[in-house]
Structures are given as C-alpha cells and as structure tokens.
C-alpha cells in the first residue's frame, strides 16, 4: 500500500502530506495575518545555523569549544583533586602499620580511584556546555542540520537525538531510539549508538592524550570525536547494503523547531547535574569494585614482581594480541577490564604503575611517558581502540533489553571488537608509513 501510494505521490507519503499541511497553515496565515511579517532574530539566527553550507562547520566550530572550553576550564578543579589524593594516600600509608592493608587503601582505593574521579570537573563542564546548547534550542536545529546527511548514509533523521545523547552516556542513548518509528530503523541506530564516544571515554583520551600528544592532545581528543561519528555513518551505511534485514532506505524525518530561549543557570545546572551524577554512582559502585579486583591481582601472589601477579600472567596471556596494535600486557590488561567501565582503564594504568601515594594525573602520565609504554601514534591508535571496542557491561544489557535479541547483542559485541583491531592497526600501519611511530 505505502509503496503504491508513493508512485502516485511521486515522493514518500509523510513527506506528501507534511509539506501539504505545511502549505494548508501558510495559506490561511496569510489570509489572517496583515501586512508583511517582521524579521525576527529568530528568524536571523536560522538563516545562519540552518543554512545548507554553514550549518556542519557552525555545528563541528562549537562542538570544537565545547572540548576546549571542558579541558581549559576543569584543569584547576583536577590538579586539586589531585593534591587531596595524594594527601590521602600519604596519610593512609603512613597511618596504618599493616603492609597488605595499607597497599589496598593507598593503591588500590586512593590510588585507582583517584585516578578516575580526577575527571569529574571535564566531564561536569562537559555536560554544562551540552546542557546550555539543548536549552537554548541549538540542539534540535543541529539534528536538522545533519539529517539530510545522515539520511543520505542510510541513518534516520531522528538517530541524531540518540547519537547525540550517546555522547554523555550509551545507555540513555540506546533507550532514547524507542522515539524511532520503523523497527530496521531503530535497531540499526542501537548497533552504531555504541561508537559514539560517551563521557566514560573522555578520561582515557585525556590520560593518554596528555601523556604522547603534547600540544595535540585537544586535537587528539576532539578527533575520537569525529571518528567515532565517521565510523557510525559508515557502518550505518554498510549494514544497510550488505545485510537483508537493513534494506531500504530509512524513514522520512520531520521536526517541529522548538523557539529559542534563554538558558537560566538553574536549569543548565540541574541537567548537569543529571547527567554527570550518573558518573559519581558508578564510580562509587562497578568503578571501584573494577579497581579492587585490578589490585588483588595486581597484588598477589604478595611479594613478587608485577610481572609475575596474577595481572601480569593474564596481561602476558593477552599481550601477542596486540603487539601488532603496538600495545603491551599493561595496555592489554587496562582495556581487558574497561570491558566493565571505560573508566576503570584510567584506574587500571595507576594502579598498574603502583602510584597510589601520588596518583596525580600528571604522574601517571610521565609514567606513561618514561617507561614507553605508549609513543605518540600508538597512544591515538589505543584512544581509537577504546573509542570503538566492546561497549561496558551496563550498554550491553541496554542493547539485549531494547532488542530483545541475543542475536543482535553478539553482533553489536563483536563487530565492534573486529571493528576496534582494523582501525587501530590502520592507524599504527598508514603512521608508519608517513614516518611516525
């Protein structure tokens, strides 16, 4: 039927029918309505960010302030957390006389989790900046922006939201793509949600980024960014062309422009507050139950060097699976146990380095730096590695619970780690090539 009315109709029936009523309400508008309608600055302000060749680099210039203001503005808030760390390691340390005791309090509660919980204020002021852009009413101008694009590489118009969301966390972003209307639609947008760099990532590109990229590491960080955007839309178009399940071209996209407004500080704060929160909790929950079991094994058997633990046989076990990427045990240990929150790699590598007494951002960093555990290529590849690879634990129930489907899961699960490896030796392979290493 909806086929047969499209060749009648020339174009898609939704389409027809928007774009009739739309006329139907500008007819009796103009019979109401006297004399000419006076230019807004509404109506300046779309001429601008919807236009068709300044809307995308408008939409790439402010998400570019948005990291640079997230990374200048926080550093402050971070080096304090740091020193309170730190102090709190020294006094634990000091304090009590038992060995094994003082070890798990100063490196393996002060030292892994201070590790993480340094990127509270990025990931606050990240949210913040989000925040005052959807309040203001950019956001949804932004998703129209990008539709036609996204339509063009087989994404539905309103896979924007949920990709967008994706960007502070996988979960929500999952569960937001119940708003899309044709099912192929909707799960094709679940399985490329995952490759949308969630607030979780950001404190291993800020880690890593900092520690080989030096003056690039904003540009570092902002690129996972782009690829992870980059890689979605390919794949969106890829399963799209080669899987039956995903033929046709996704469904029409019609919104209704919200006005703009102005952004109070009291509702800018409160969805910051919403969202970042969610990041205290897991922090206080699987983040720190994650660096609890990195430090038993990182521990034990007691005494020996870490290259003998039971984190150094397993990362040994792991290690000739990525050589090839360029990463060593200690790299395949951190992202082995990001599989249960991308933050707990950041605590992996503190806890790894034994730096629970000064876990400072910045040692952990030049510990990177000193021992060569990353050069500036293989520290991007490994930020794209776990940019792309298996989602957390939390997105992956999201993903079985939307789709209903095992099926679906594993897909999502091992694309994404088939996806990872290709692109992280791309980029160790064509790096080479230019010089790099």
């Not at 990374?71 to 304090?80: G, H, R, T």
């Not at 960007?167 to 192929?184: H, K, L, Q, S, Y």
Request: with cysteine; aromatic share 14%.
């Amino acid at each position: 039927m909806s086929l047969k009315a499209k060749e009648i109709l020339g174009e898609d029936p939704e389409v027809f029918f928007a774009e009739r009523r739309y006329e139907f309400i500008n007819k009796i508008l103009q019979k109401v309505l006297r004399g000419e309608k006076p230019l807004t600055l509404s109506d300046l302000l779309d001429r601008v960010f919807l236009n068709k060749y300044l809307g995308i680099p408008i939409f790439l210039t402010f998400w570019w302030a948005l990291f640079r203001f997230t990374y200048d503005v926080s550093a402050p808030l971070s080096d304090l957390i740091d020193l309170i760390f730190s102090w709190l390691g020294q006094i634990s340390s000091s304090a009590i006389s038992d060995e094994w005791i003082a070890s798990f309090v100063a490196d393996g509660i002060f030292g892994g989790l201070g590790g993480v919980l340094v990127f509270i204020p990025p990931l606050f002021f990240l949210f913040f900046g989000l925040s005052l852009l959807e309040d203001s009413g950019y956001l949804a101008r932004a998703a129209f922006v990008v539709d036609k694009l996204m339509y063009k590489l087989g994404l539905h118009g309103k896979s924007f939201i949920p990709m967008l969301i994706g960007f502070g966390c996988n979960i929500p972003a999952v569960m937001a793509t119940r708003t899309i209307d044709r099912e192929e639609d909707r799960i094709l947008t679940i399985l490329v949600n995952p490759l949308m760099s969630c607030s979780a990532r950001l404190p291993v590109y800020i880690l890593i980024g900092g520690a080989v990229l030096g003056p690039y590491a904003v540009a570092g960080t902002y690129s996972m960014y782009i690829l992870g955007i980059s890689l979605a839309v390919l794949m969106a178009l890829l399963f799209r062309r080669t899987i039956p399940y995903f033929k046709g071209k996704p469904s029409p996209f019609i919104l209704e422009l919200p006005m703009y407004s102005k952004p109070t500080i009291k509702g800018t704060l409160i969805h910051m507050w919403e969202r970042a929160s969610l990041f205290l909790k897991k922090a206080g929950t699987i983040i720190l139950a994650g660096i609890i079991v990195v430090w038993l094994l990182s521990s034990h058997p007691w005494g020996v060097p870490l290259e003998e633990t039971y984190l150094g046989m397993l990362g040994r076990s792991l290690e000739p699976i990525f050589r090839p990427l360029g990463f060593d045990w200690r790299g395949a240990v951190a992202l082995l146990f990001g599989f249960i929150a991308k933050e707990i790699v950041v605590g992996s590598f503190a806890v790894i380095f034994g730096l629970g007494e000064e876990s400072e951002i910045g040692e952990i960093q030049e510990v990177i730096r000193s021992q060569g555990v990353f050069t500036p290529l293989t520290g991007f590849a490994f930020m794209a590695f776990t940019l792309i690879y298996i989602p957390c634990v939390a997105t992956i129930g999201a993903i079985y619970r939307e789709t209903n489907s095992w099926k679906w899961t594993l897909f999502a699960v091992i694309y994404g780690l088939i996806l990872a490896y290709i692109t992280s030796l791309a980029i160790i392979l064509i790096g080479r090539g230019l010089g790099y290493r």
